[in-house]
Structure formats: structure tokens, C-alpha cells
């Protein structure tokens, strides 16, 4: 069966694989750690959200919302560990939703 293009996919279709590279999110996500992420137009404050690196087309940061305008279509975005140097909204201000994703799902990491 052939999808149809005029119909939109739903956000928890929409969904994207992400690891976390950094310490910016300790001790909540560590470097390493998978993310899956769902396309989700309406951000929540304090969830976690995957979203377009502002200067480095390709590259996406991970915060958590600490602040939604009315209109929803912009947010404020903090890291949890303010002991390393990290790119959130306290040196971008505020960021678009769109293009964002809302984390659903952390993969532990394994020890062996």
C-alpha cells in the first residue's frame, strides 16, 4: 500500500535515535548513553528534548525545558550539570520548538 503524501505522520511516528556525547546532562544522561526521541510539537517544562545545534548543522544539543512561551513555539533550555561548560538558553535565550524532539525513551549503558 502506498503511503499518501498529502497525509501528515504522527509526532510518536516521527521518532529519531540520538546518543549523548557530553557531561552537559549529568548526572541525568551520561556521555554514551542512547536517546529515542519523538517529533512532539508541545514541549513540557522539565522534560528533555533533542534539539538542532544552533551553529553546527547536523549536530543536536539535549536539555531540559525550563520555560515555554505562550504561544509554544519557543522555549528555554537548561543542562543539568552547571559544573561544565555547556551551550543552552542561558547563552542562546530562547529557542524554536520546531525541529525539536521530546526524549521517550533513555538506553542504560551496559557494564561489563
Known amino acids: 500500500m502506498d503511503a499518501d503524501p498529502g497525509r501528515r505522520v504522527p509526532g510518536w511516528l516521527r521518532w529519531r535515535r540520538f546518543v549523548v556525547a557530553d557531561r552537559s546532562m549529568e548526572p541525568t544522561l551520561v556521555a ?8 512532539a510539537p508541545r514541549p513540557r517544562v522539565g522534560e528533555l528534548r533533542v534539539l538542532p545545534h544552533p551553529f553546527r548543522p547536523g549536530s543536536w544539543l539535549v536539555k531540559r ?3 515555554v512561551s505562550d504561544d509554544r513555539r519557543t522555549m528555554r533550555v537548561l543542562s543539568d ?6 551551550l543552552d538558553s542561558r547563552d542562546l ?3 524554536p520548538v520546531a525541529g525539536s524532539y521530546r526524549v521517550v525513551v533513555r538506553v542504560p549503558l551496559r557494564w561489563m
Open 32 to 39: 554514551g548513553q542512547g536517546l529515542i526521541a519523538v517529533a
Open 65 to 67: 525545558v525550563s520555560e
Open 81 to 86: 550539570n552547571l559544573d561544565v561548560e555547556a
Open 93 to 95: 535565550g530562547a529557542l
